[in-house]
């Protein structure tokens, strides 16, 4: 069971959030880990643009129920409200996102690259 309602406290807890909201299916958890224009690269080369788009892709993405690992945590680079996440994947892959710091003080994504092969 996953807590959608959960808002990132600090960047990195985007990445875990990410995982737990994937294996749960909760595709409106997931959208909320995105600011409303955020951007997400498909696996097809496209991009979901706006949280629509992000929804879609999700919900075609946990449709068959698939099980993720989580993977390592890369080191945050910061600058002010702007936070560089990446994860190093158990396959050997690598995300890497831009997470903006909130009027409230927590992390949304607002560009998210979630696999870049080695």
Known sequence: MTDSGKRAERPEDLSRFVVE?????????LVALYEPGAVLA???GG??????????AYAHLVADRPVF?????QPTLRNGDLAL????????????EVARRQPDGTWLWAI??????E
């Open 112 to 117: 998210d690259q979630p696999r870049i092969p």
């Open 21 to 29: 909201r994937l294996n749960a299916g909760d595709v409106e958890g």
């Open 69 to 73: 690992t989580p993977g390592r945590q």
């Open 85 to 96: 996440t990446s994860v190093r994947l158990p396959d050997g892959g690598v995300t890497v």
């Open 42 to 44: 498909l696996p097809d």
């Open 47 to 56: 991009v979901a643009t706006g949280s629509d788009e992000i929804r879609r």
